[in-house]
Nanobody
Framework: QVQLVESGGGLVQAVRSLILSCAASGSILRINALGWYRQAPGKQRELVATIVGGSSTNYADSVKGRFTISRDNARTTVYLQMNTLKPEDTAVYYC?????????????????WGQGTQVTVSS
């Protein structure tokens, strides 16, 4: 079991910056990857960024060059630095973890989600 708690959302003006944090607890040694997803009103949840290990990152095209995902050395907290924010970045941002689970001699990946944090960017 892994628990994820996000913080750092809020209301910000366009072109400003915001940083989100997600603290993981529980079976953190079994976390394979951490990431951020977002869901805007009326839209499906979409990938924003992921990080595997300490340095392998992946970003949605819409945030490349503006957002940076990182992880602390203890690998218990993942951050999302969001720069040059746009109104279209407005969404609920969710922290996500892929967690390995051993069952009947096979490894599986389970999804864990945080409760979400609202980010609103005004024009």
């Amino acid at each position: 079991q892994v628990q994820l708690v996000e913080s750092g959302g809020g209301l910000v003006q366009a072109v400003r910056s915001l940083i989100l944090s997600c603290a993981a607890s529980g079976s953190i040694l079994r976390i394979n990857a951490l990431g951020w997803y977002r869901q805007a009103p009326g839209k499906q949840r979409e990938l924003v960024a992921t990080i595997v290990g300490g340095s392998s990152t992946n970003y949605a095209d819409s945030v490349k060059g503006r957002f940076t995902i990182s992880r602390d050395n203890a690998r218990t907290t993942v951050y999302l630095q969001m720069n040059t924010l746009k109104p279209e970045d407005t969404a609920v941002y969710y922290c996500h973890a892929d967690v390995r689970r051993l069952s009947s001699g096979r490894w599986y990946l389970d999804d864990y989600w945080g409760q979400g944090t609202q980010v609103t960017v005004s024009s």
